[in-house]
């Protein structure tokens, strides 16, 4: 009976056993196909294979310190060169060269530990000493990112692994300076031609450099970190969209990166293509001319205006836009609040405010100035704000007559794409384009700029932010898209802020 008893058992304890290591089978491959997340990361694996992508915009020379063309940043930028401080395809910072940092309490003195066994691809070893020499030769040659460290005071190496920053004043968006050109750690030892030539710490090496035609990145085999998945990627330059196109459905390139949301539309109605949708740092802005002698220069007509263009929809229906707006901060940058809901699209309430000034204000309408590449959106805009009564005139000029159109302030509002991390900083400084000036706005920008901590600044941002959009400093339409195409085997490559940086360790051909 004992003997009996435990032989069952032993048997109900299989069946268990069985069920559920079935079980997690199936759940596993149902997470694998619904999620991807759960396979092992693969960028590790290394392949013999070669990649070319395809690009339109060549940088003109290789020297990333002193050519401000964002194209050689794009190239270079996390695949040669290296930073102190990492960025994620979020935006977000994470460790680069330096695997950690203490702020002091301050925010005065930053201290970064150096990863150990770094080396430049030349051989030579990545210390302490090459970042204080880089940071000082950026700030005294003036170098692009210099910009950035207007703050700093003194850097010293006290031993191999330990960097010392100290500033004048606390910087908050220093460790988002040190994630780009600013923080680039350069060999001290190296002897090249920047302009042709190259040495990084990075994933990749230049191969060979045929000015306005392409860069030949090869692996790194000696990197510090995990190997590039490709051993060989070509960054072919193309005169125009067109030709780029070309090379890609003539097998000439393996990916497109950084297209038109037309061209976009029509590749993703092709089979042998993915074409995918990442997030952008651009924002499309409707700017107001913030002038004393234009009637935007009232708080409400331009908060009538708010009220009557209708964001939601222009997000819906505008090719390459991704989300509506409702501040200067996108969705990718620090301090970013969701302020849609501040002017909601109320034709009523735009009306009536609109209604104060009177017909006599207008002339023959407010003068909407744009290019030619905004005509459909301006007419757009123009049909919702007629809506509420207030006349608009578009005017669609080549380049060359909207520039200067617009030196000359002959006009009330214009569209603008803006990019980059810090464009709300414009709202700030009287002299930036649309003249605006609130000495709140200011204030609250100052102290964000000078907190001692990430969190106040972003907090502080947010609040900067709210106030200019709330007194309507322009309208903000929506953040845009940013748009890859790639032959469906190819897979680890990034999607959103190609524009500007493209990390291409990943990229591997199944």
């Known amino acids: 009976m004992h003997g009996n008893r435990n032989g069952s058992l032993r048997r109900w304890a299989v069946f268990v056993a069985i069920t559920a290591a079935l079980g997690l089978l199936v759940w596993l491959g149902w997470s694998v196909l619904r999620h991807r997340d759960l396979l092992p990361d693969v960028t590790s694996v290394t392949s013999d294979s070669s990649v070319t992508v395809g690009l339109v915009g060549a940088p003109s020379s290789l020297d990333i310190r002193t050519d401000a063309d964002t194209a050689v940043e794009q190239a270079l930028l996390g695949n040669v060169y290296e930073t102190l401080v990492a960025r994620q395809q979020d935006n977000t910072l994470s460790p680069g060269l330096a695997e950690r940092w203490e702020v002091s309490e301050d925010g005065l003195t930053y201290t970064f530990t150096i990863r150990d066994g770094v080396r430049f691809s030349n051989g030579d070893a990545l210390d302490a000493s090459d970042v204080v020499w880089s940071l000082q030769q950026i700030v005294q040659h003036a170098y692009q990112g210099a910009d950035d460290l207007t703050r700093l005071s003194e850097v010293s190496n006290p031993d191999g692994s330990t ?146 263009v209708d964001n939601e929809t222009l997000a819906n229906t505008q090719p390459g836009a991704a989300e509506a707006l409702g501040g200067p901060i996108g969705p990718l940058d620090p301090g970013y609040e969701d302020l849609t809901g501040l002017f909601p699209h109320d034709v009523d309430q735009g009306a009536a405010l609109a209604s104060y000034f009177g017909t006599g204000y207008y002339n023959n309408g407010l003068r909407l100035v744009v290019q030619e590449r905004h005509q459909d959106l301006a007419e757009a805009i123009e049909t919702q704000i007629e809506q509420g009564g207030v006349p608009v005139t578009v005017q669609v000029l080549d380049e060359a007559d909207y520039r200067t159109t617009i030196d000359a302030r002959q006009f009330d509002m214009t569209i603008m794409t803006v990019t980059g991390d810090d464009t709300a900083d414009a709202y700030a400084d009287p002299s930036s384009f649309s003249h605006y000036t609130d000495a709140v706005a200011q204030e609250q920008y100052d102290a964000a700029t000078s907190a001692a901590n990430e969190a106040d600044y972003i907090s502080g941002m947010a609040a900067f932010a709210r106030t200019v959009s709330q007194d309507a400093a322009s309208d903000w339409l929506y953040s845009c898209n940013s748009y890859v195409a790639a032959k469906p085997r190819l897979t680890g490559y990034p999607t959103n802020m190609v524009e500007s940086w493209l990390p291409l360790s990943g990229v591997t051909l199944g």
């Open 163 to 308: 960097v010392v920053v100290t500033l004048s004043r606390p910087d908050p968006r220093l460790l988002r300076s040190l994630a780009g050109r600013a923080g680039i750690v350069y060999d001290a030892e190296a002897d090249i031609d920047y302009g042709r030539q190259a040495v990084g710490s990075g994933p990749f090496t230049v191969g060979d450099f045929r000015t306005g035609v392409s860069i030949g990145l090869r692996r790194n085999d000696a990197y510090w970190g995990d190997q590039a998945a490709t051993a060989t990627i070509t960054l072919r330059y193309y005169a125009d969209e067109d030709d780029m196109v070309t090379a890609l459905h003539d097998g000439d390139a393996t990916m497109a990166v950084a297209l038109s949301a037309s061209t976009a539309q029509t590749l993703s109605e092709d089979p042998t293509l993915n074409v995918a949708a990442g997030q952008s740092l651009s924002k499309t802005v409707l700017a107001f001319n913030n002038d004393a002698d234009s009637i935007l220069s009232d708080s409400r007509m331009r908060q009538a205006l708010r009220y009557l």
